[in-house]
């Protein structure tokens, strides 16, 4: 099952009964919060989606919430357990040449799905641009009830934005989810990770403009920008004058929402991996002001670009810490033009203290990437990325230990690998732990290990939101090993068995537990 759109999707959360439409009149400043944040920490049977039809002050109807829960996400990827993505990837993986003929054949589906994976480019006329808004003075982003989240963020922020940049040397497209703090109609911050793809374009773009001077000053008489209006303080100067151009898509079908959020190297359009997701390409469509290509059935589209230049206060911003991020410098998006549906709603998220509907997002990417990473560290079997560590903060894998030292070697490798490099505390356990119970997690911890021989520290890059790191970015990792202890690791003493009792005992208290007076 894919989704054409978002309105195909909010179809099936309905039938499903995973979605309420709230008509009662709501506030896009910090009440919307308040209603999803006790529906994502309540019950599970009352935690939906919510689509809020009458927000104050705006006639677009706002949707939130709609990936918050495993069963929405698998609804969202049509599937029964996100471990049948991958399974999938798995599966291509794992494309070793069969040496008979129907073994051979077997292949041509799975080849065949690769061929579904490019996006195509629509030329007829794209859903995304059936109202298309380029004068300053008309409402755009005025338009929208983007909301304030958190009682002291530094104003309202587009929460679920799909990101849209290109590498200025390879042309190669990418999608990340970098919040937008709203300045004014036609204004928002641009608020990149520095470890984050779009970052590494703007950086490309910067060093390109400050070796060629020529034609930077060329490139001052292009167009005037429009709306001069931003943040509470001026912003710094870089000398550059270049912009690179970008787009951003609010509202889309969920596996291009899920694919803008996932740790995929930069070399992967993340519409590729969207059309593996969804088993069918992407439709993109040009841009009506910049060169860029978007999702033609978007709701929304924002259009613009980033100047080199220009820099100004953002946040702070309530994030999904459960703390605020500071507020600092960061590039500044202007709108050039906005498109959207006739009858467009607009997609959002608050993140905040854990459980909430990015720790979701989160726990799609620990299971769809997990074959992966089982790449690059075959012996690992499973791995839980706990809600509490908020992804970065936090990876505990369980291995199949074959020599001396190996659970340092998987600490090691995930501090080198890709996106997981930035996780603080990496807890290793043996081949018969289940992960995903954190009290076994802890006992194993506290019991199986000597704290001076069983860590591993190091130094490096850290999240950028780890409020705790003395510089932002950079700090200090620890790595638990808490397998059990060979001979081969020094450990000399008879490491002691569990305690596990007899079967038939088990079996003789089941049968009298009643009598005993229990239940
Ligand atoms: C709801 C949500 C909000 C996010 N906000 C930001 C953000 O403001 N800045 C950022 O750099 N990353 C943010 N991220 C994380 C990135 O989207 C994520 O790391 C993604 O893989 C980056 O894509 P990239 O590797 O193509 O840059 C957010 C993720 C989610 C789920
Ligand atoms: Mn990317």
Redo the contacts with the bound molecule.
Sequence with gaps: MSFKNLSEFIEELEENNELIRIKEQVSSELEITEITDRISKGPIDQNKALLFENVEGYDIPLLINSLGSYNRLNLAFGVTSLDEIGARISDLLNLKVPDNLLGKLSMVPKLAQVATFPPKTINGPAACQEVVITNPDEKMLDKLPILKCWPSDGGPFI??PLVFTKDPDTGIR??????LQKYSNNSTGF???W?????EHYQKARKEDQGNKESSIKRREEPERHGTEIGQRPGGKFGGLRRIPVAVAIGCDPALVYA?????P?MID?TIFAGFLRKKPVELVKCKTIDMEVPANAEIILEGYVDLDELAWEGPFGD?TGFYSLAGDFPVFRLTAMTHRKNPTYMT?I?GRPPQ??CY??KATERIFLPLLKVIMPEVIDMNLPLEGVFHNCAILKIHKRYPGHAKKIISSVWGSG?MAFTKYVIVVDHDVNVHDLSEVAWRVFANTDPVRDSLTTHGPLD?LDHATTIPGIGGKLGIDATVKWKGEGFERNWPNEMIMSDDIKNRVNLKWASLGFN
Excluded at 174 to 179: D, F, K, L, Q
């Design positions: 929460t679920l990418n999608i990340g989810m970098y919040r608020h990149v990770h470890h984050h793809d779009a970052a803008a959020t996932a740790p995929l930069s993340e999904h998220t993140v509907e990015d997002l989160g996106q950028i």
